[in-house]
């Protein structure tokens, strides 16, 4: 589930409406999000005398040029052995053999 990220800035309203319709597009399984984001850095840009450079350059790594897509995954260390097991397995795999 894609998320607004938590910002120490006021992010003003019609920059809040583009983040808010490309979440819920998101996360109604939307796969083309490219006018949404367009639409968000157009809008980002025109607010330069309400956001400062740093301001936008924050919202755009989250919401523009991927931020929002990185996924923070569950603990791995436990599944090293297991993981260690598998690929021994591994090295008597033979493609051929699916033919």
Known sequence: MFKAKEFNFEIPEMIQKD???LIT???NGGEFP???IE????DINSFDIDLTPEEQEELKNYYCRGGIYEVVGPDISNNIEEESNISDSMDDFDPADDF
């Open 19 to 21: 983040i808010d319709g």
């Open 25 to 27: 597009y998101l996360n």
């Open 34 to 36: 490219d006018g949404h």
């Open 39 to 42: 639409n968000l850095r157009s």
